[in-house]
């Protein structure tokens, strides 16, 4: 019966594995499938199930965004690219170590992908400045990201569920600064690698904006004469995206119509705010005897050209608008924008943009006026350049400071389990008008929640069936006469191997368990096979699926696949050495 349980287990696993790979499914929606499968099949009660959802790493994860959203808010990015470009100067390789080091700082105490996107727009902004091309910069930032969070226990998902399932197997939990030697040997290494070899290595890429990409584009007014036969027309109807034409504002008279793909019908007199292209627009002029207006003429305060603009803006990781279009969002009329066009791993999409499902990573060129540029939900996207109306609660800096310093002395010194800690900074966020409740919960990536709170029932799962002894068993008779040092580095590749194709957080959850029966086995202490499984499934150096921050630069820094595997093998094989150099003498077998 437990044999036939394993290979049911193994069975729901394989097919898995197989749909994250696919990329078919979501892979929270796959997290959700392996977790009713499991208490489906009985393979785990109803109450393991669903304990995921209140398992402290995942409350702790989700505490983690929320803060992370209130450094956002409150303005300490602009504080820090003030700090780096003191620092630093124009020389890139200052910028190189001082940026890795100020986002490896970060990401040892906030989200890893929210530092990320924190420093995203900073680092455009220098790269500008210091005329160094982006492409330079961005693969050290996301580096750097990763890196850090291995400094502490809330720095990344892994380290935080290492912990968690090593209370599970009854073993202590890791401290909130454990991590910290090994993290910071990564860091130092990792960082000098990409100051004096790794930055060698990036291509130079001249990444073009979309703006660059795209011809010309013009805001102009079209008048629609009597007679016309676009009266009674709808916009949505006349099929003027596909020619590169945006409808702004319809403007009848004095009033303002926004509602441009809903019910609205033109009428004579209307005038038709739009942008396009030169040659377009005076072929719909002579196609429908369009009046065309002079840009002199403009009365309206939000068509002056001095007021509106075009910004690139990056789909945000745990946008609200991922797999969403532009259409079953009523982009239009909900921002009053208009979006010239998707970029997506830096190739310009064709076709309905309206009708494309938006992807997280994706850059769009947004026109309109800067107010209402400044009203975009930063929750779903980063922009690429600095806005004058940006409304940043910098007034509330020291105080989300202060919360910070107070979690993680609360945690620190055992007064609070980190989970807790984390809670309660979250609550005091809120409740200091850091961030409202509304940007508290937008800020939470549900995907991210639902993946872990879906694969803990499979780590539980291993560890009951036996499956995770039975792993143990057959890697120990072929590796395991070569003695724990070699058992370790070798389930430290394969973590580091799996986590490129897998989350970071399904790798720690599906290895951890592996691990405790290696050691057990083994009869030695678990807890540097633990630490190995966390450095490895944080080591998403290869490709740019692999981690989240890896994937949020790749279409802001221009690159190709390979450059991530140009730089990345080597940093892979470096925080390998590391640790196995680090991880035996500070926890013994």
């Not at 007199?269 to 429908?288: C, H, P, R, T, Y």
């Not at 403009?298 to 075009?310: A, D, F, L, M, V």
């Not at 290869?542 to 696949?561: D, E, K």
Request: glycine share 8%; with cysteine; hydrophobic share 55%.
């Amino acid at each position: 019966m437990l044999l036939m349980e394993i290979a049911l287990l193994f069975a729901i696993l394989g097919i898995a594995l197989v749909l994250f790979l696919s990329e078919r499914i979501r892979a929270d929606l796959v997290s959700m499938l392996v977790l009713l499968a499991l208490a489906l099949t009985g393979l785990v009660s109803t109450s393991e199930a669903f304990s995921g959802f209140s398992n402290p790493a995942v409350i702790t994860v989700g505490a983690m965004f929320v803060m992370s959203a209130a450094a956002a808010r409150t303005g300490i990015a602009s504080f820090i690219g003030r700090a780096m470009r003191a620092l630093a100067g124009h020389r890139e390789w200052a910028l190189t170590l001082v940026m890795m080091l100020t986002v490896a700082a970060l990401s040892a105490f906030i989200n890893n992908v929210g530092a990320v996107a924190i420093l995203l727009p900073v680092v455009m902004t220098l790269a500008h400045e210091s005329a160094i091309s982006p492409s330079k910069l961005l693969i050290p930032l996301a580096y750097g990201s990763m890196m850090g969070g291995l400094c502490t226990l809330i720095g990344t998902p892994p380290n935080i569920l290492v912990s968690t399932i090593a209370v599970q197997n009854g073993l202590r939990p890791f401290e909130l600064f454990e991590f910290a030697p090994i993290g910071l040997a990564v860091v130092g290494a990792g960082v000098l690698y990409m100051v004096l070899i790794g930055r060698w290595l990036i291509p130079a890429r001249r990444r073009e904006e979309i703006t660059d990409s795209m011809p010309k584009y013009f805001l102009t007014e079209l008048v629609i004469p009597t007679g016309s036969k676009l009266i009674s027309q709808r916009p949505h109807e006349l099929g003027w995206r596909e020619r590169g034409i945006e409808i702004i504002e319809i403007r009848r008279g004095k009033r303002q119509i926004f509602d441009i793909w809903g019910w609205a019908s033109l009428q004579a007199n209307d005038v038709l705010i739009v942008s396009g292209k030169a040659e377009e627009i005076f072929k719909l002029k002579d196609e429908f005897g369009l009046e065309i207006r002079p840009e002199v003429e403009y009365t309206h305060p939000w068509h002056k050209s001095e007021e509106i603009k075009r910004v690139e803006a990056t789909l945000a990781p745990h946008a609200a608008f991922i797999g969403k279009t532009l259409a079953e969002l009523d982009f239009h009329n909900r921002y009053g924008l208009a979006v010239l066009a998707i970029a997506r791993h830096g190739t310009l999409l064709r076709g309905q943009l309206s009708q494309i499902p938006l992807q997280f990573g994706d850059t769009l060129l947004l026109q309109g006026p800067e107010q209402r540029l400044a009203q975009i939900p930063r929750e779903n996207f980063i922009l690429m350049s600095p806005l004058a109306f940006q409304a940043l609660r910098t007034e509330k800096a020291p105080v989300t400071v202060l919360i910070f310093a107070g979690v993680l002395a609360l945690a620190g010194l055992g007064v609070l389990h980190i989970s807790v800690a984390g809670t309660l900074g979250a609550v005091l966020m809120v409740l200091t008008r850091c961030l409202t409740l509304e940007e508290a919960y937008e800020s939470i990536d549900w995907m991210v929640i639902f993946l872990l709170a879906g694969m803990i029932p499979a780590g539980i799962a291993l560890e009951r069936t036996g499956a995770a002894q039975l792993l143990a068993e057959f890697i120990l008779k072929g590796i395991g006469s070569f003695g724990p040092l070699f058992v370790l580095g070798v389930l430290m590749a394969f973590t580091s191997l799996i986590t490129e194709i897998l989350s970071n957080a399904a790798a720690a959850v599906l290895l951890a368990p592996i691990a405790i029966s290696l050691a057990a086995q083994l009869g030695v202490s678990p807890y540097p096979f633990l630490m190995g499984v966390a450095v490895a499934a944080s080591s998403s150096f290869m490709t740019p699926i692999g981690h989240q921050s890896n994937t949020l630069v790749f279409g802001p820094g221009g690159y190709r696949f390979s450059d991530y595997l140009r730089v990345g093998v080597v940093l892979n094989i470096l925080v390998w050495v590391v640790a196995m150099l680090v991880i035996p003498r500070l926890w013994p077998f």
